[in-house]
């Protein structure tokens, strides 16, 4: 089950980092992550998604981003080897 504990700080915007499961992988629609993003949505928290690998515009309805120059310094990530960002 997972735990929104960031919640707690009332965020407005929630940026969902890279759709993909693994490096080099595209099966980003079988992942979990529709999911929680749907779930944050449902809370109130607007999600935009850092995609530099997708084409569109949108996924699922929600804004996709390219470049996270202006933010990168707040991206928490679980990626304990920093091979994805």
């Known amino acids: ?23 080099d992988s595209d099966n980003f629609r079988a992942s979990s992550i529709p999911g929680i993003m749907k779930r944050l949505n449902a809370k109130g928290v607007e999600v935009v998604v850092y995609g530099p690998t997708l084409q569109e515009q ?7 981003v390219a470049d996270l120059e202006d933010v990168a310094a707040k991206v928490y990530t679980r990626d304990l080897f920093g091979g994805d960002f």
């Not at 949108?58 to 996709?64: I, K, L, Q, S």
Request: charged content about 25%.
């Open 58 to 64: 949108h996924f699922f309805n929600f804004r996709v």
């Open 1 to 23: 089950m997972w735990r929104f504990d960031f919640l707690k700080r009332y965020p407005k915007v929630v940026g969902i980092y890279r759709l993909i499961m693994k490096a």
